[in-house]
């Protein structure tokens, strides 16, 4: 029983969560309801926090926040600051199992297999870390594998003496999902000692949706453990994680999901709760998986309370068949618009294996290799925000410089013209 000192704080705490969620409602009853809001303008302006200036055509890296998650999100903060130690001792372990719960609903997946990560690459190394290879075992990346998590199965290598990685090597253009299986049956058939392969659900580099589940299935087959990055799939595709039955699967909230930046989760099959730690250990330690996950230290998890209202608000703005039915038409326009203007082409992927959100246009450049880097530095990317106030993300393929577009809600195809027109304007087209 709680401390007669505490039920006054309690009782705020618990009005806390009510009062966020007022702040939702409130903003559902001043505002045109999300279920009628146009998508492209109109959302922008009542939604979203971009400066008016600013031309948004780069989603897929960080995302954004509306403003009655990011407000909810706020309430969260200014709650714990009005009374720490009851927030954190109370309140915050309802708020996430809370979060949790609405998670797993959005997943398909078993609230007890489901933790929070603050991204994709935290649940990919926690993972790679916890396990025990031995002398030769090799781990299987790709050319569509996320730098970072090539780079982690390289530190990996480096700390157990004798592991490998194994680089695939997949080309374009591509016809099929069959190409992309048979890529990986003959590596797993020819290469016994690969124990796990790092897989992504849509590639970042290439916007490229793969046959996840036919994946699995597949390296399992070869005795293989499959680490699915998904971070890019929440609220892109359908997820139902029990059913696809991967070893580890990891994705964002914050790119597709609306929560705010440092919301992910990891969902671990059953089979290696035992296995999987957390990079940081701390008082839970040898506890249940959820626990070991769950406070680490004084780490600002109010990202992870926002869940349920960020989910809530995809929900409201139509779910994914609402989304969809605005994004990819937008996209296939302006796909072709840029090619049209460019002089250039989509990347050569069938339309079933593309991202509903994004595509990849070539970019009218004809750097050498080794000029790709240089020429698109940070420095580049900044001075092109900054006279033209277009965010993008080039990426390489093959030794092309490509543009990856990447649209949400908001976006508009006055957008995407000025993309296209900022372009043109660097290459000396125009």
Not at 104 to 115: R, T
Not at 210 to 230: A, R, T, Y
Not at 389 to 396: D, L, Y
Request: net charge neutral; with cysteine; glycine share 6%.
């Amino acid at each position: 029983m709680l401390p007669k000192q505490f039920i006054p704080l309690v009782t705020v705490s618990t009005v806390g969560i009510g009062v966020a969620m007022v702040i939702y409602l409130r903003r559902k009853k001043n505002r045109k309801p999300l279920s009628q809001v146009q998508f492209g303008s109109e959302i922008r302006k009542q939604e979203f926090m971009f400066y008016d200036d600013v031309i948004p055509c780069n989603h897929g890296s960080f995302g954004s926040v509306p403003r009655r998650v990011f407000d909810i999100r706020h309430r969260f903060l200014q709650e714990y600051e009005s009374s720490p130690d009851v927030f954190e001792s109370i309140m915050k372990p309802k708020y996430y199992e809370e979060a949790r719960l609405a998670a797993a609903e959005f997943l398909g997946a078993k609230p007890d297999n489901l933790v929070f990560v603050v991204n994709a690459t935290t649940g990919i190394n926690a993972v790679l870390k916890s396990l025990m290879l031995d002398k030769d075992d090799k781990i299987l990346v790709s050319n569509l594998t996320y730098p970072a998590m090539v780079k982690t199965a390289q530190d990996v290598r480096q700390g157990a003496d004798g592991t490998k990685v194994v680089y695939m090597d997949i080309k374009f253009p591509i016809s099929s999902n069959d190409d992309i299986i048979e890529y990986y049956r003959d590596i797993l058939s020819s290469d016994p000692s690969i124990k796990i392969a790092i897989i992504d659900h849509i590639t970042s580099s290439t916007a490229m949706v793969l046959p996840v589940k036919q994946l699995i299935q597949l390296c399992h087959q070869f005795g293989v453990k499959v680490m699915v990055d998904g971070a890019h799939a929440p609220g892109q595709v359908p997820l139902n994680l029990e059913d696809l039955n991967a070893d580890y699967y990891t994705g964002n909230f914050h790119k597709w999901v609306y929560t705010p930046r440092g919301c992910a989760f990891l969902w671990i099959h059953p089979k290696h709760h035992d296995t999987v730690k957390p990079l940081i250990t701390s008082h839970n330690y040898k506890k249940s998986l959820h626990k070991q996950f769950y406070g680490q230290a004084t780490r600002d998890e109010s990202t992870f309370l926002t869940t349920p209202s960020a989910i809530q608000f995809y929900k409201d703005i139509g779910g994914m068949e609402r989304i969809h039915g605005y994004t990819s038409s937008l996209l296939e326009w302006g796909m072709t618009m840029l090619c049209e203007a460019w002089g250039t082409e989509t990347l050569s992927v069938p339309v079933g294996m593309r991202a509903p959100c994004m595509g990849l246009v070539a970019l009218p450049m004809n750097y050498k290799q080794s000029d790709i880097i240089s020429q698109w530095s940070p420095s580049v990317l900044l001075d092109m925000y900054n006279k033209y106030k277009v965010n993008t993300a080039p990426v390489e393929v093959q030794g092309r410089l490509w543009c990856r577009v990447s649209v949400n809600v908001y976006t508009t195809k006055e957008d995407l013209i000025k993309l296209r027109d900022a372009i043109l304007d660097i290459s000396g087209n125009q």
